[in-house]
Every structure is written in C-alpha cells, then in structure tokens.
C-alpha cells in the first residue's frame, strides 16, 4: 500500500495572521501549474512563480519591480477590449489575451485577474492566473481556415494538362490554374523533381489520384505552398489524353503547421529535460504522452506505454493512495499535491495532480534519499531534544550578540535565572561573563564563525547573585543565515570544589613528608661533617678494613643525601602545584637584575653539576631590570636547565642565553638531546605530563610532570610567556618572556646570533 505524508515543520513561535495568509498565498502560488503573478496597484509585478518563468521566458528577478502589461506587450482579443475597464469596475475579469514572450513568440493566454483589497476597500494587489491556450486556439484556427477554403471554391485554381501536345507541361497548367499573371512574372518549382515524375507516372499508369506540393513565388518574392490533386483522363483506348485537377494555395496551414510542430518540438524537448518524471493521461486513462524519465520510474520503454490504460500498465497503483487523489482531481477540477511511499519499491515520491481539457498531467519525482534523511533527523532530533529535556547538563540556544532564546532547566537552576527571566530577555551570556575570560569569548565566536564550531572551553559565569560558577562549555552554530550557536554547559563547581580539597590534602601530604625528611637530611649532614672531621684528625696510619669502611659510609651518606634532595624538589613541586591549583602561591614582586639572577642560578648548577659544560651568553648590557619574584623566577631557570642535562648526553653542552627586544627580555636554555615530537610538544606544558621518549640520563629519582607546569604558571603570574623550539633527535630550545621595567631607559643591544641556538 502507498501511505500519504504531510511535510510539516515544527516551529517556536506563533506568526502574525497577516504572515500567515501572505506565507499560505505565496506556497500555494508555487505549486500552480498555471503561471501565477502577483502585481501592486500600479502594476508592478511583486510575485513571479516558476510557471510564469517556463511560460514567458523571463525568471522571477528579471520580472520583478516591472510593468506588467509593458513587459509582455500585452494586446486584448478581438472580442473584449475593455477588459481593464470590467477589472477596475468589477474587481474580477476573465478572457483572452494576446502577449509576448523573451524570445519573441506571441502567446494566446486565458487569464484571470482579480484585485484584492485591503480591511478599508482599497486596492492593494491584482492576482494573475494565466494559461497557455495558443495549441488550442491554433487547432481552432486551422479547422476553421479549412472550412473558409472549401467554402471559397472561387479560390481554388482548375487546370488541364493535354498530355499529347509536347509543348504543354503540367506546371505550366498549374501556374495558369493559379492566376491569370504573365509567365515571366511568376515561378513554379519542386522541392523534389525526381519524387514528382514518379508520382505523375504513377498516376497515369494506374489511374489513381495524384498528389503533390509545389512552391509558388509571385512577383514580389513571396513563397506559397500549393497542393495539387489530379486525375488522368483516357480515352477509348485506355491511352491518357489528359489530367485534370486543382491547386490551392495552403500555405496558411503549413505555417501553422510548421509554428505547432515547432512549439512540440519545444515542448518535447523541454519535458524531457525535466528532472521530474511526466505523463498525460487521456479521458480513458491512457498514456498520452510519457517523457524519459517517467519511463525509466516505472521501469516500461516509452514506446510501450503510449496508448495503454495507467492501471493496466502499472497494476501496483490500484487501491493506492495514488489513484484516489487522481479520480479526486479529475472529479473537482483541482489541482492536488501529496506525498506517497511505493510499497513495491519502498521509494517515496512527491506527486503533482493538474487537470487539463485533455485529462490529467502527472508530475512526480523520487525524493527517496530527503525522506529517508527527514527521517533520520526527526530522530536524532527527538534524541537531542530528550537528552535537553533530562537536565543532565545545561543548553543554550543564543546569538553571537549574547542574547539568549532557550536555555534548559539545568542551565537556569545553574545561574540561578527562572523562565520569567528568560522570557523577558535578561539573560545574555556576555553581561554574566567576567573580564577575564573575554578573550576566550573571543576566540570561540572566531571559532565559529570560521569552522562552524568551538571545541570545549573551562571558563566562569556570574550567577543572578554575582558569585562565579565555574563551567565547561562547548557549542556549534546551527544557523548560517541568522548566526546562532547551541551550546552545551556543563557546572564544574563540585569538581573544582574536588579540586581544591585534593590540592589542599597534598599540601598538607607533602608538609607532613618534609618533617622526617627535614630530619633526616639532617642526621646525615651531620653524620658526613663528622666522619670528615674523623678523617682530618685521624691517626697517620688505619687499619684497611677500618678505612674501606669509613670510605663506604661516606659514599653511602652522599647517595642518601643525594636521594633526600630529590625527594625534597618533588615534595616543593608538589607544593607549589598544590598552592597555585588553590591560588595561595604569594609572589614578592620587586625590582630585580634579570641577567645577576640567571648568573647565579648558571653557577650555582654549574657547581653542582660538575664537569657538564654548560654555556652562557649574555647581552653587553649589564643590567635588565624587571619586576619579579627573584626566587621564583631563579627556579624556572634552574627547572629549565635540569631538564636540558637530564636528557642530554654528559658530552653535550647545554647553552643558557639572555635575550631582549624594545618590551621585554627573553631567557633561552638549548639542549642538543633527544628533543620533542609535534604531538609532546601539545602536552609539555600539563601538569602530570611526561614525554614518552622521556628518559632520566642522570639518575635524579621520578618526574612528576609538574616541572614545566609550575614553570608556565609562574611565567604567566609574572605576565610573561613561555614556549619551546624543538625537533626530534635536534635537540630543544625551551624560552621564557618577562615584561622590562618601564620606562626602558637602558641601551638597546643587538640579538645574540649563537649558531647554536634556533628560535
């Protein structure tokens, strides 16, 4: 069985009557087989369907804002030249008219015009229905010139040709029968000679009648088309002494013949280069005419379908959906639309039914893959629509601008906003968003705009009472046109509150850990002084045992002390990671010496380091005043420098430069290592991350993965950046920024070119 459809939308708000009615005037226009065209008082044209484009040539915008009757040339029937007059008098005019086509073509319109009114009776627009009837009134005219000409006999030519007299030849006679012009004046000729002798000898020889057409050229160079009928007449002998016959001019008809061909021949071709299927059924539900693509539907060549009953030929649609809105349409002389499935093939397609004086033109096409994608959608839209509707997270329809038009209850408990709220246009997401996530609101409309969507960001709003609410938000634009972005939004408050509760335990974890390593350390501090004063003041001579043990005990303290700073630089990392998640690290910002502070930090590693060459370069000034915490940035240093010889051969050099420009200073570390991947390089800066080629060259006990992290953080505090350069088994340059103390008094010295550096 075929099921019917209705193609409905869904819609959140309710339009005015008025948009309404104009919305329903313009659907139904559309779908108007006729050309519909819509013009204001004036008679400018506001409304051109896509009939009136295959009609008269012209599309919808070369129509528009155009005077109507100028751009048709449009000229009343001989029978009714007061039609505007009846129009303006009776608000509705039916007849015949006469108008132009694009291409020049005349075109014999039935047209219905009526003029609509506004609520106060004054004309607002004239409503157009035109339809074709130049074939139909063609047909007619032909018929009736027919029957002028058997009525006018006086106009029909007589000749006689005497076959035995070898001066006379049958196209002389015609050219007499025609008119009584001198010879010379006028011209008589075949299009084929050779067809014609046949015919003559044809008739001669079997008695039949003869026919043919000649060509007629008067005096002033016009062609006529002349038919010629004949009989040979014999004598008693059975010999043909003559042909009698008449000619008459019919070369109206053949013009009209030729103008109908023609316009078939258009028709044909314009039918068949339709992408929808087309037939026409006759009064007796036979195909009349069936274009390519309706054959290849219904699977039968054209050639067979002609002249065969619908039902019989395609028996599947009987009892259908298919056949109930046919009857209906040919019933009411309405034209019907409606959409079907095709049990057979389980294809959809969408039908237009138009009644016509001949019976009935089918219109459809497959729009199988739209269904099936409709369908599809409607259920993915009823899976969103139930994953909004549970709450589990908060959604947001919005503009770009702020303004919000739907938000979910998750996201108005959230911000603690009701529907009253939101009904009356107070939520807008850049009025509750702070300062400082303004560039991330940036970036994500950026996002957008470019690529359609933002990825998830962590960021904060204000709640209708002005306390934060941290969140994490990602969203896609769904409308191109008119830019709105749906958004999903998740509450992190209970699992920053995690957050901070871990932190502050490792805190309190890693204060606990230093105490007994705090005292450990210092038990062997002490235990090492005095095994090196027992040495200093020992005897001359010991015995070897005593002294292979004394040796021992103090490699065996040096490894333990060894250890307990390891474990004291990850217990501080710990810390300080703990401290700035909570946002309890203090810095003491003052004016420092940027180049004494990496000179210290330089020799104080290079001490402890030993015999690892370790280069330094500096700028030829002698100071680079900044505005820092001395301590903190003497850290970030030395964590960038550890890293370097961690995972450097011993034999390598680790190069440390100071760098600056007009606004800022820049501390370089280069290592010639191992370097990082393209994907490590995302990561370097997470907490808890480490390379996984990552290997520790020196034995300096487990990396966390806050190093680098505690470095970013305490950069971007001092309100610098921080970066690297690198290249798998090429080595790295990790760098730093620190803003220069204004104003800038100092001299400005070249960049350092270092062949060994890359930046």
């Not at 990082?676 to 080629?693: G, P």
Request: aromatic share 8%.
């Amino acid at each position: 069985m075929v099921k019917s459809y209705q193609n409905k939308q869904m819609r959140t708000y309710t339009a005015p009557p008025q948009q309404i009615e104009e919305q329903l005037l313009t659907e139904l226009i559309e779908m108007s087989h006729d050309a519909m065209i819509i013009c204001d008082s004036q008679q400018h044209i506001q409304s051109w369907n896509h009939s009136a484009e295959r009609l008269y040539g012209w599309t919808s915008q070369e129509a528009m804002g155009r005077i109507y009757h100028e751009l048709l040339q449009t000229r009343p029937s001989e029978g009714d030249q007061d039609s505007l007059f009846r129009l303006l008098k009776e608000d509705h005019w039916e007849g015949e008219l006469v108008q132009t086509s694009r291409n020049g073509t005349s075109i014999i319109i039935k047209s219905s015009q009526t003029i609509l009114k506004n609520q106060k009776g004054h004309p607002m627009h004239i409503l157009i229905a035109n339809q074709d009837i130049t074939d139909k009134k063609q047909m007619e005219q032909r018929l009736q010139d027919q029957f002028l000409l058997t009525a006018k006999a006086k106009e029909i030519g007589f000749w006689a040709w005497d076959i035995a007299n070898v001066q006379s030849t049958i196209e002389t006679q015609i050219l007499a029968a025609l008119n009584n012009m001198a010879q010379e004046e006028q011209s008589l000729y075949l299009a084929d000679q050779i067809a014609n002798q046949h015919a003559i000898q044809r008739a001669l020889q079997t008695g039949e009648n003869y026919f043919d057409e000649y060509v007629f050229v008067d005096k002033n160079q016009r062609e006529h088309w002349i038919e010629v009928q004949g009989r040979a007449v014999y004598d008693e002998h059975k010999k043909p002494t003559r042909m009698i016959g008449m000619a008459i001019d019919v070369s109206r008809q053949r013009q009209k013949e030729n103008q109908l061909n023609e316009s078939n021949h258009r028709l044909h071709t314009i039918l068949e280069s339709l992408r929808d299927a087309f037939f026409l059924l006759d009064h007796n539900w036979c195909f009349n005419y069936v274009n390519q693509q309706a054959a290849t539907f219904i699977h039968q060549p054209m050639e067979e379908l002609l002249g065969q009953n619908i039902w019989e030929a395609v028996p599947a649609l009987k009892g259908t959906i298919f056949e109930e809105k046919a009857y209906e349409a040919v019933r009411s002389r309405h034209s019907i639309q409606f959409g079907a499935i095709f049990e057979p093939t389980q294809h959809w397609y969408d039908v237009h039914l138009h009644p016509i004086p001949e019976g009935l033109s089918v219109t459809y096409n497959d729009v199988t893959p739209y269904k099936r994608t409709e369908i599809a959608l409607r259920a993915s839209e009823h899976k969103f629509k139930t994953l909004i509707d549970a709450n589990i997270m908060g959604f947001t329809l919005a503009d770009l601008d702020g303004k919000i038009y739907e938000a979910n209850d998750e996201l108005l408990k959230m911000l603690d906003y009701t529907r009253e709220d939101l009904a009356n246009g107070k939520l807008n997401w850049q009025d509750f968003t702070p300062m400082d996530y303004k560039e991330i609101d940036r970036q994500a409309v950026e996002d957008l705009l470019n690529t359609g969507v933002f990825t998830p960001v962590e960021k904060e709003y204000y709640n209708k009472h002005g306390q934060r609410v941290p969140v994490l938000m990602a969203g896609v634009m769904v409308n191109n046109e008119r830019p709105l972005c749906a958004a999903i939004i998740v509450d992190l408050t209970s699992q920053k509150e995690l957050e901070k509760q871990k932190e502050t335990f490792m805190s309190i974890v890693g204060h606990e850990l230093r105490t007994p390593l705090t005292a450990i350390n210092g038990s062997m501090q002490l235990a090492q002084r005095r095994i090196q004063r027992f040495l200093h003041n020992r005897p001359e001579t010991l015995p070897p045992d005593v002294e292979i043990m004394i040796n021992k005990l103090g490699k065996l303290l040096e490894q333990s002390l060894r250890q307990t700073r390891v474990q004291n630089r990850l217990i501080n990392d710990m810390l300080d990671a703990s401290r700035l998640a909570i946002d309890k690290l203090e810095l003491a910002m003052q004016p420092c010496d940027l180049i004494n502070v990496v000179k210290e930090t330089v020799e104080d590693i290079r001490y402890a380091e030993g015999n690892h060459p370790i280069y330094l370069i500096l700028p030829e000034q002698t100071q680079l005043q900044v505005t820092a915490d001395s301590d903190r940035i003497s850290q970030v240093v030395a964590n960038y420098i550890t890293n370097a010889l961690k995972y450097s051969n011993p034999d390598t050099p680790v190069t440390i430069e100071v760098t600056k420009d007009e606004n800022e200073a820049r501390v370089w570390v280069q290592d010639q290592g191992q370097g990082l991947s393209e994907e490590a390089q995302k990561h370097i800066w997470d907490r808890y991350y480490r390379a996984a080629n990552a290997k520790d060259k020196k034995g300096h006990g487990v990396n966390l993965g806050l190093g680098l992290h505690i470095c970013q953080i305490l950069i971007q505090r001092h309100n610098g950046q921080v970066g690297v350069i690198s290249q798998e088994n090429k080595g790295s340059s990790f760098w730093f920024s620190l803003p220069l103390k204004q104003p800038d008094t100092l001299e400005v010295a070249p960049v350092s070119t270092h062949p060994g550096l890359q930046r």
